[in-house]
């Protein structure tokens, strides 16, 4: 009986213990239960077996008090932007992501490993955070198979490439000298702020530095800066925290300057030059119409370079140079349609026009040499067609210039014979024409160059 009772006190000792022994390890630090053994790490490689807790703990966020929230800080390098698409609103760039949290399951002292400070592991085997991009408009492509770095304190740095097609709001009305403001949004998908927290890795001022040192594109378009901002997403009771980068990007107009501004602008002066060409040659109204089909044609070719959405400005001024043409081309038929009709039946002038005519002989330069050639041998013959000798302008005929300076039509016509009363209206109207030509001309180059100064104010604004 004696040796039954030593027993069952023996086994009940060794129950309390076993029970004591299984309940300990919670009571102990954490950085002591969860310390890894990596004693020959440095002479025999990593030990799978060592890190095979973590990987078992990769469903779950980890924390090992769970109303403590995961601080995930996060930074990226713009290396490229690949493509922006006016017509469908969308930015395409390239972005190398980092993120770096903490995981308290993981630690090890470096002086038994070696020195070892910090390993690869295959991202699939540890727990990541579900970091998206919001503006984000495509199916993420970025490789499964990357790895994540762990250091010996629990800190895990993982970096991840991708091409991102983010949707942008894009403005175009100055284009080509256009400047666009993108977000990128980075956010979680699943955890509220109770549960994880975004942070900055690095300074904006670093993160644009570093994108701009790495960039690849030396295209289309160059990065002006990044801001940042960090509101809080609400959806019903739920919060999530965000933190949004602005990048700002800038045109490079040189490609569009060479090839739509430079060759409008030649187009548009020659159609100026255009004016010089004498009216009664009956050649003006071709050559304006030459032109015109060929501004067509190069706005045709150019079609593919403007975009296909909006309205910019360019477009605007494009169709003012178009409407420019067009109306000195209709100023060019006209006028010739009217030399030809007063060589032919010259009708007669209405008194209220021939007192204007002269009031405008009176006052330009015109009115002055005619009147100093009048004292002479007579003025220049101008060459008007349907006539085989040139007729002088209706400033000069003998004995009627106290006649014509007081607006008396009808005592200018008195003494002269039929022919000659027909030269008198033939020049009388082609020297109408000549005035309508040089008011129509700086009218054209007054609207031209206002349009031209105010497109330049809008684009430098």
């Avoid at 706005?299 to 000195?328: H, W």
Wanted: proline share 6%.
């Amino acid at each position: 009986m004696a040796d039954r009772q030593h027993y069952r006190e023996r086994f009940l000792l060794c129950l309390i213990l076993q029970v004591l022994l299984q309940g300990s390890p919670p009571h102990t630090g954490s950085s002591d239960a969860y310390t890894i053994n990596c004693t020959g790490f440095d002479l025999y490689g990593v030990d799978p077996a060592a890190f095979q807790s973590v990987f078992d703990r990769k469903a779950f966020r980890p924390v090992i008090n769970n109303s403590v929230p995961t601080l995930v800080n996060i930074s990226f390098t713009l290396s490229a932007i690949l493509d922006v698409d006016a017509q469908i609103q969308l930015l395409t760039s390239f972005l190398w992501v980092n993120m770096i949290w903490d995981n308290p399951f993981i630690s090890w002292n470096p002086e038994e490993c070696g020195g070892l400070t910090k390993i690869s592991v295959a991202a699939k085997n540890l727990w990541l955070p579900d970091i998206f991009i919001i503006e984000f408009m495509d199916v993420d492509q970025t490789p499964s198979s990357l790895s994540a770095y762990v250091h010996s304190n629990g800190r895990i740095r993982y970096d991840k490439p991708m091409r991102v097609t983010s949707i942008c709001n894009l403005d175009i009305f100055y284009f080509p000298f256009d400047q666009q403001n993108c977000t990128l949004t980075f956010s979680s998908f699943l955890y509220t702020v109770d549960n994880l927290l975004l942070g900055m890795e690095n300074k904006v001022w670093e993160i644009t530095d570093n994108s701009r040192d790495v960039i690849r594109t030396q295209g289309e378009w160059e990065l002006l800066g990044i801001n940042k901002a960090t509101p809080t997403l609400a959806v019903g009771s739920r919060l999530y925290d965000q933190i949004m980068f602005y990048v700002a990007i800038r045109r490079r107009p040189r490609l569009y300057v060479i090839n739509l501004l430079v060759p409008s602008g030649f187009l548009i002066a020659i159609d100026a030059l255009s004016f010089f060409l004498p009216i009664e040659s009956g050649n003006r109204a071709p050559f304006k119409m030459t032109l015109l089909l060929g501004y067509t044609v190069f706005l045709l070719m150019m079609n593919d370079l403007l975009p296909a959405s909006g309205t910019p400005l360019i477009s605007v001024y494009f169709a003012l140079c178009l409407s420019l043409m067009v109306v000195s081309l209709l100023e060019a038929i006209f006028l010739t349609y009217l030399l030809n009709l007063v060589t032919k039946q010259p009708p007669p002038m209405p008194y209220w026009l021939h007192s204007l005519l002269l009031c405008c002989l009176r006052a330009t330069d015109c009115y002055k040499r005619s009147q100093r050639e009048s004292r002479g041998t007579g003025p220049n013959p101008i060459h008007l067609p349907g006539l085989m000798e040139p007729v002088v302008m209706a400033a000069w005929v003998p004995g009627s210039s106290e006649a014509r300076l007081n607006g008396d039509l009808g005592s200018t016509r008195a003494p002269l014979e039929p022919q000659a009363q027909g030269q008198l209206m033939v020049n009388l109207w082609g020297t109408l024409c000549l005035i309508l030509d040089s008011l129509l001309f700086w009218l054209y180059l007054l609207f031209m160059s206002s349009s031209l100064i105010t497109v330049i104010v809008l684009w430098s604004s």
